[in-house]
């Protein structure tokens, strides 16, 4: 129903920005919430920064919270993650995920995933 494409992945030193995007096809609607996750090898999924529709709603993880935003070019059907200050501690595969209603920060809780863009921080 939605295809999502992540890209802008690569190699930053510490102290680095990035900007990650997420390009959205399909039924695509104003309902759906959008999210960021990141998996590091051998960990489980975490939760890095979600929003609903319209960005009343914008949630982040303590761990990236004042570093990295969020934010949803509607028109392009694009979310993108700014991420700044970055530590190697960031260093994960990052997905984008989408589902109805309101944004969470369970990974189990949205419906629709991206296929990954690498990033990784060196120091």
């Known amino acids: 129903q939605v295809q999502l494409v992540e890209s802008g992945g690569g190699l930053v030193q510490a102290g680095g920005s990035l900007r990650l995007s997420c390009a959205a096809s399909?039924?695509?609607?104003?309902?759906?919430?959008v999210g960021w996750f990141r998996q590091a090898p051998g960990k489980e999924r975490e939760f890095v920064a979600a929003r609903g529709w319209s960005g009343y709603s914008t949630y982040y993880a303590d761990s990236v919270k004042g570093r990295f935003t969020i934010s949803r070019d509607n028109a392009k059907n694009t979310v993108y993650l700014q991420m700044n200050s970055l530590k190697p501690e960031d260093t994960a595969v990052y997905y984008c995920?989408?589902?109805?209603?309101?944004?969470?920060?369970?990974?189990?809780?949205?419906?629709?995933w991206g296929q990954g863009t690498q990033v990784t921080i060196s120091s």
């Open positions: 995920a989408a589902r109805s209603g309101s944004p969470r920060m369970i990974p189990n809780e949205y419906d629709y």
């Open positions: 399909g039924r695509t609607s104003s309902g759906y919430a």
